[in-house]
């Protein structure tokens, strides 16, 4: 049974939303070396801080602090210049926390829950009656007032948003065991034995580390917590746990206020790896992808400027323009190349005769003439060097460019330095010693 739809309109205005948006990415490698995983472009046009605060705004919730850190500039940028939408007027905000020194004794965030506590004069100062904390880095449709709505009716101190997981696959989460009112009974972190949801022996409640907290609690929770020194002042690992020995924690299932378009599959996605980040790119140039970017009735929204459209020139049998199954975005040239399932972020530049193939390419790259481009991720502001060969040969890409498990080649503006240099010395030798062509050209 819901609370009254007035009533809840009410209890989203007294909540304060903070998303966590200082987080390194260390496993997305070169891609977060100078910029924080939220600040990263996925499908093209978008960030990933872009999906929280959507849902955020779709859901109608407008008080919104993003709590930042590691390499901030570029994420504050984009929020700063593309998200300046709402009516201070009327109490709604989208403000920005970054790490400060607020006394002699100040130091970086040592945590998640340290992050929060750390911002707990802030938090007072809005005087809220629930605090949602999200990640700022996880693309994913969520209503969170069905989540809210939730919480209130359970009675529950904390609600903790819960995927619904094979239980063979949980093992890498932060597992939740529940009784059959789905409160949980037990906080678990990658379990080798993942406990199973009550009704579905198959799968397993997984947490996304998005909470609703009632507002007094947390911050009695977050002053208990920074007292203990053996504390890792993380949620997953000590704040939760203290909620679920008092009884006072709902697991919410994402599936009950998940916004399905596209497919009725349940999306979300942490696209935490570079292989995870490029199959999560890829699978959006499918004819019906999982998750749907064209739903008019729950948009996505990002930073709108004025841009150019994307232009296709030359239509010669050896030199067309030419993309199919392929995401293509605002300001990208392809001139006389073929680009097949990839996404093409804005700003690219793609010379003739040079073919894309299953690859992401990252904002404002030039790939010059005759390059082949297979199953890789192009970095920010990479120019390819005319004749430049990657995925075809493996052995020869890891002499330059990380190359994973999978077989995604990952290069970036500071790996591409040495193999620019490399191959533009070896085409001067070539023109001497045509036997030494160790990095060859496309015809």
């Known amino acids: 049974m819901s609370i ?17 948006a200082g987080g390194r990415g ?7 070396k100078y910029e924080s995983k939220p600040a990263i472009t996925f499908g093209g046009q978008f960030k990933l801080i872009d999906f929280p605060l959507s849902n955020c705004i779709n859901s109608g919730f407008r008080r919104i602090s993003l ?16 998200w300046d939408i709402l009516n201070t007027s009327l109490n709604e905000f989208i403000e920005m926390l970054p790490a400060e020194q607020k006394n002699k004794d100040s130091k970086w965030y040592c945590g998640t829950a ?12 809005h005087k809220p009656k629930y605090v949602m904390i999200l990640s700022g880095d996880h693309i994913y449709k969520q209503d969170f007032s069905i989540m ?22 949980a093992k890498a989460f932060g597992c939740v065991d529940v009784d059959s009112n789905d409160m949980v009974t037990n906080f678990l972190e990658k379990p080798k034995d993942p406990p199973r949801i009550p009704n579905n022996q198959d799968m397993t409640f997984a947490s996304q580390g998005n909470y609703i907290f009632n507002a007094d609690t947390l911050l009695d929770i977050l002053e208990h917590d920074t007292l203990n020194e053996q504390s890792s002042h993380d949620f997953g690992k000590d704040i939760l746990p203290l909620l679920v020995k008092e009884k006072s924690l709902l697991a919410h299932r994402f599936s009950t206020s998940c916004v399905y378009s596209g497919s009725q599959v349940a999306y979300w996605k942490d696209v935490g790896t570079v292989d995870g980040y490029w199959k999560a790119n890829i699978a959006l140039t499918d004819v019906i992808p999982d998750f749907n970017f064209y739903d008019e009735n729950w948009r996505i929204f990002s930073k709108q400027e004025f841009s150019l459209p994307a232009k ?3 239509d010669e049998n050896r030199r067309r323009g030419l993309a199919l199954d392929s995401l293509i975005s605002s300001r990208v040239i392809v001139s006389g190349a073929v680009v097949k399932k990839s996404v093409i972020s804005y700003g690219v ?8 193939d299953h690859s992401v390419i990252m904002p404002n790259v030039i790939i010059e003439r ?9 970095g920010i502001d990479c120019q390819l060097p005319a004749g430049t060969n990657i995925g075809i040969d493996h052995e020869m890409d890891k002499r330059f460019f990380e190359v994973t498990e999978n077989g995604v080649v990952l290069v970036t503006k500071s790996t591409l330095k040495n193999y620019t240099k490399t191959l533009l010395t070896n085409n001067n030798n070539n023109q001497e010693h045509p036997e030494h062509n160790i990095l060859p050209n496309v015809a």
């Open 148 to 169: 809210l709505n939730d919480h209130i009716e359970s009675g529950a101190k904390c609600t903790v948003s819960c995927l619904e997981v094979p239980h063979a696959d």
């Open 114 to 125: 340290d992050a929060i506590y750390q911002n707990a004069r802030y938090i007072k100062s």
């Open 312 to 314: 296709f020139v030359f």
């Open 4 to 20: 009254n739809k007035e009533n809840l309109n009410s209890a989203i205005r007294e909540t304060l939303v903070i998303i966590l």
């Open 67 to 82: 709590v930042t850190q590691y390499q901030a500039h570029s994420l504050m940028h984009h929020v700063n210049n593309g």
């Open 26 to 32: 260390t496993r997305l490698g070169g891609l977060t």
């Open 370 to 378: 005759n390059c082949t481009i297979k199953k890789a991720i192009i």
């Open 349 to 356: 530049y793609v010379h003739s005769g040079s073919r894309v």
